[in-house]
């Protein structure tokens, strides 16, 4: 575990805090006025490799090769270049600092992080963090690399759990929930996609659309189906030939020889993609956050009725039926453009195209 401390004083700003992998949903801008809940789970922090936040340069500021030497191989409207490797943690979990009330951005809400770091160390004033709670935007803090610095704290350091572990614990990400927007009391009159899983989809999309090679792709009915196929059949031509993606990981049986696209779990703590034990032909990977391929691989079951016998003659229903989104599933546009500029595959030009007019499909 570590805590971080000022650059400036050696001041504590955090309680003690676990390393685990950035969700992939850190930077998604969700809806309208949406409500959405703290990022980070309580105690954990992760490392955000990229720059965030402003100052901003255009692509003509930028160009090709400065952009591919950050890992950007298609045009995109502006980037970051701010400082990378950003330690993102709950607001909860910060200590010994203060707002700077004239950073506050141009956030209509809360606070957005647009003017830069607005929080200051307590001790010395230096500016060591950015808070951030906007409307639309997931809650977090952002611990800027070079004034606040992570130092071990003495004790035991648990070892990552392994994916039988992960798997029997079990914890999966409800595909729908209770949306609120902000300053409203949340009701269960409103109900939407799962954020989470919205974002999912627009990252693992991205990554199999670069794993079609072009051909049409398909993946298994169901809750999958629903989650990529109308996706997939817009974006990709239609023809005789498919490439089949299925779903795989720990636990599963291992794929037939057809399957060439994995949809595999991401390991939460480490960021690291399940790959199978030494495959003939090696597959591509899709990666999808463990909660996600966990429902995808068991969904929760809801029964119309009763699991035996019948509701008697004259009795309506004594449970309401389950309370759905009005409109059906759509992946993440943004994550799902900001995971594609980022894969080398992008430089195609048919995947080029897919990415200049992919707006509305996705």
Known sequence: MFVFVCAGCGAELTVPLSEVALPVHARQVYGNGAQLPVLMQSGTFAVDPDPWGGPWRTWDEIGPGEAEARGIYAPVHSLSDGTPGASVIAPGDIRGTRLIPEKRGGACCGLDGADGPNM???????????????CSLWQAVRLDAHAAHRVPVDGSHAAPLSWAE???????????????RWGQVESNDHWSWSPQWEAAAGHALAHLLAASQGQPVRVPDGLTADMFQRS????????PTERHAVLAGPGLPAPGAGAGILLVPVHPQTGRTWTPAAPAAPPCLVPLPLGVWLWLVSPEPYLPVPASGRIPRDVLRDDPLPLLPGSPFQADRGTFQHTLVRLPAVRDPWLRTILKNAGSAT
């Open 232 to 239: 997939l059949d817009a974006l990709l031509p239609a023809g």
């Open 166 to 180: 992960l798997v029997e614990a079990g914890e999966r990400t409800p595909l729908f929930e209770p949306m609120a």
């Open 120 to 134: 200051a160390c307590e001790a010395c004033d230096l500016p060591v963090a950015t808070r951030v709670d906007d």
